[in-house]
């Protein structure tokens, strides 16, 4: 399937990449907040609009066809890099940076205005948007990688906007199917729960072998 890329990336030519865009897609995030936020005049937006037309003007001129995908080095980290959930290049992105530990994983992460739904809320799309990538990298990190067939989201009650910490685990796996469950937090406990099933799908079962591949 196209969008799984293996390469000899080095580990350096990875960090040069990081370092040579990283920093405007954090830039890009904090314009995100600044267009919900800002109240500047007429005129200093459309002063504002010309820089952000002449930054455009300079990325356009080279650009690769088609999203990022998922590139895995044979030297270096994998690079999910356009990821919406964790790609270090999307500032769509929050972006979670998620900690692998035997048995769970787990990301501790704010997310700012440009995530509301409800006044001051998260919204509910982006709390599953969230775990949905918390329990697949669950599934992915305990060996059993697999696409999304079923997601399940209760939401318990309404998750504040600002600093949070997601966690998810593999419950248990039957066949191709990994059940993976986990849940956002703020300070004060549980706001959102979600289950899952991760599927190994058809065209993969003879990478089965490899799932390293895909964590
Ligand atoms: C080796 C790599 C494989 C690819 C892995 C993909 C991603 C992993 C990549 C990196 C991992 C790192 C991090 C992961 C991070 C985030 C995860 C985000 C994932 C997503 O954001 S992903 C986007 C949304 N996702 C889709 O876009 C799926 C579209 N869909 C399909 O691609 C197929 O529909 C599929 C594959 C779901 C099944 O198709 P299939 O043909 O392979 O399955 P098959 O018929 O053989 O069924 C086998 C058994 O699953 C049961 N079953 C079937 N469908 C089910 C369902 N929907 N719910 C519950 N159970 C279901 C059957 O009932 C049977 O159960 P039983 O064996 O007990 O009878």
Redesign the pocket.
Same mark, same amino acid.
């Given at each position: 399937m196209s969008g799984y890329q293996v390469d000899d990336a080095t580990v350096e030519e990875i960090e040069t990449e990081r370092a040579t865009y990283e920093p405007i897609t954090e830039a890009t995030r904090r314009l995100a907040d600044l267009c919900i936020r800002s109240q500047v005049d007429a005129a200093s937006t459309a002063r504002a609009l010309e820089h952000l037309q002449a930054a455009i003007d300079v990325l356009s001129q080279d650009v690769a066809e088609g999203p990022y995908g *998922?590139r895995h080095s044979r030297q270096g980290p994998t690079r999910?890099w356009g990821n919406a959930v964790v790609g270090v290049r999307n500032p769509v992105a929050p972006p979670l940076k998620v900690v692998h530990e035997t048995d769970h994983v787990w990301s501790d992460f704010e997310l700012s205005s440009a995530y509301e739904g409800p006044p001051s809320l998260v919204h509910g799309g982006v709390s599953a948007l969230i775990l949905? /990538?918390l *329990? &697949? !990298?669950a @599934? @992915?990190a305990a060996g059993s990688? &697999?696409? #999304? &067939? #079923?997601l399940t989201v209760r939401y318990r009650r309404g998750t504040p906007l600002g600093a949070l910490r997601a966690e998810a685990r593999v419950e248990r796996t039957? &066949?191709?199917?990994t059940f993976a469950v986990g849940q956002i937090c703020d300070a004060e406990g549980v706001c959102v729960e979600a289950e899952g099933? %991760?599927? *190994?799908? +058809?065209w993969?079962r003879s !990478? /089965?072998e490899q799932?390293e +591949? %895909?964590?």
């Open positions: *998922l999910p949905d /990538q *329990l &697949g !990298e @599934a @992915a990688p &697999g696409m #999304t &067939g #079923t039957e &066949g191709y199917k099933v %991760f599927i *190994l799908p +058809r993969a !990478e /089965q799932p +591949r %895909f964590e």
